[in-house]
């Protein structure tokens, strides 16, 4: 009774899972026809998943003679073996050369130095260039110079004065710092600096200022 039971419910379920199917054509059974178009559909995804490209897209396949060049490698190696042989022969050589006196005698024991025939007017023609040198310098040294540097530091100071002597306003004293390559220009005092007033041209007080050197002026325009 229970088996029975549970096949008419599974009956039950496959009908109402067939009859929720929707088919392209009518079909008179729905459950058949949804079996069949769940092994169409299988059999489609088998078919996808084992089907091949029809162009090969992979690498081209590789041979040894493209990826190395055996002819190149095997001058290489004969070039080697030849410089290796080549200078094996030299080192023996060598080594006979410095071990023995040699097969050739190239040696002349008689041989001497041929003395210049001018020698003794080179000599001479040195020496007279060396002393005319000395005295060159000897004279570079003793002879006095034609500038007086204190003449020039005196003139200069009698200049500052004069400068001073004829100016109206007070000299600007520059004063320079190592740290900063701007020139400041700073004053004594802050009442060096005032300039006069300037009255109008036609009132009685549009005179000029007074200094030190007025009467002189008056002295001149007179």
């Known amino acids: 009774v229970v088996i029975a039971i549970g096949s008419s419910k599974r009956r039950e379920d496959r009908r109402t899972m067939a009859s ?3 088919t392209v054509t009518p079909a008179c059974n729905k459950l058949l026809q949804k079996k069949w178009d769940d092994k169409t559909f299988q059999s ?3 078919r996808l998943m084992a089907a091949r490209s029809q162009t090969d897209s992979g690498a081209p396949r590789e041979f040894l003679h493209i990826r190395q060049n055996l002819r190149k490698i095997r001058e290489q190696e004969d070039r080697q073996a030849t410089i290796n042989r080549h200078n094996t022969q030299l080192l ?3 080594h006979t050369i410095m071990n023995t006196t040699g097969r050739v005698d190239h040696r002349n024991m008689d041989w001497r130095p041929k003395k ?8 001479n023609e040195v020496d007279r260039v060396t ?3 000395f005295a060159l310098v000897v004279r570079l040294q003793s002879i006095k110079p034609q500038y007086n540097a204190k003449s020039w530091e005196g003139e200069f100071k009698t ?3 004069r400068s001073k002597a004829i100016s109206t306003f007070p000299p600007l004293h520059v004063h320079r710092t190592s740290k900063a390559p701007s020139r400041r220009l700073s004053v004594e005092t802050k009442e ?3 300039l006069p007033q300037i009255a ?3 009132s009685p007080e549009a005179t000029r200022p007074t200094t030190e050197h007025s009467d002189i002026q008056e002295e001149i325009e007179v």
Do not use: A, D, F, P
């Open 116 to 123: 210049s025939l001018n020698y003794m007017k080179r000599q």
């Open 192 to 194: 060096e600096l005032k």
């Open 159 to 161: 200049h500052q004065h």
């Open 44 to 46: 489609h995804r088998s």
């Open 131 to 133: 002393r005319e040198n």
């Open 92 to 94: 023996s050589r060598m």
């Open 200 to 202: 109008e041209r036609n």
């Open 20 to 22: 929720g199917h929707s």
